[in-house]
């Protein structure tokens, strides 16, 4: 069974290996989301890689903790911890009457 973790509009599907040739990002920002907010984390290795319309990079997580803005009052931060592991990078998209259309959070 595959193990994923959603934040927002973004999967992080494990996986057992990196693919070869990645070069690692100094970001901290993962994706700007659709409404200019950062998915943004604290440890870990970014690796961004266009594979197809979903998959966009890769992640190893090592004591990640995730960030994106609450879309409510004051903008606070909202934290996630994601397993360690490593993890291919989906934008997500849901089935909405017969159609894929990307996830908007």
């Known amino acids: 069974m595959t193990k994923a973790f959603r934040h927002g509009e973004i999967a992080f599907v494990k996986i057992s290996d990196l693919p070869k040739g990645l070069k690692q990002e100094k970001s901290k920002v993962i994706m700007q989301g659709s409404h200019n907010n ?8 970014l690796y961004f890689k266009k594979v197809n319309t979903y998959v966009f990079g890769y ?12 879309h409510g009052a004051g903008k606070r931060i909202k934290k996630a911890k994601l397993p360690d592991g490593i993890y291919e990078l989906r934008k997500q998209q849901e089935f909405i009457n017969s159609e894929l259309k990307p996830v908007i959070d």
């Open 38 to 45: 950062s998915h943004s984390f604290d440890n870990g290795k």
């Open 59 to 70: 992640f190893v997580a090592k004591n990640t903790i995730l960030f994106h803005p609450d």
